[in-house]
């Protein structure tokens, strides 16, 4: 008997988080974040190893690459790799201070998430702007 | 039923290689290189690109900024073939899995030897 009314209340509760219609904490999309800035910038990490080649190279080259850099679509990949740089750095720190197994609080975890939002989007218009 | 094999029978070959720790270990050691790299490198690099060629390869022949280039491009590489192996072995499984990693340190691998190249010609030759 008590097993069939198992059953009925498990049959009634939704079975997945169901994700289309899930609003994801602010920790979540920082995680998953985390992983895109790190996998984007293998492109970055290209792109900045072709441009050091290019220097060692000719003046000829380099001012080929450099040019393809700094041109726009140069200028907004870049920027956004320093955006990612940035991200990922300040998320880094805050995952090396959960592995010594401190702010792990659900309400530390947040102030330091919008922490991190905050200083990266400082030292990355520091970066576009005043270097 | 009845179990035949000893306790220790049963349990030989699984279990840890006492070697899981090595790989998460040896990342956040290179993350903690990279967080002193990254800002210098970005200070130098900022200011390099977009400069002439005689002015960058006078920038990366300073000992202090060939040392940060060389070091930020090589740790990287290794916390980049960390990182994108977790994220291999989370997402590609089975064969493909192992092509896919073995495709990923060769190509990083590669990325590293050009870059480490170009900054050590460029921090000599200037």
Redo the contacts between chains.
Sequence with gaps: MSDTKTVTRAGARPLSPHLQVYRMPLNAVLSILH?IT??A??VS??L??W???A??TS?GY??LV?GL??SWPGDIV?SLS?LG?WFH?CN??R??VW?TGSHFGRKRVRQTGILAVLVTLVLTAI?LFV? | MHEHRTERARVSGLGSARSGTGHFWEQRISAIALAFLAPFFVYSFAHALGSDYATVRAIYSQPFNAIVALGFVLVACLHLVQGLAVIIEDYVHGRAGIVWLIAMRLLVGFVALTGAFAILKIAFSA
């Design positions: 992983r790190g996998a910038m293998s990490a290209a900045v190893v441009w050091f080649l220097a060692a003046e380099f001012a450099n850099l700094t870049l320093v740089l750095f880094g720190i995952h090396l592995d970066t270097i």
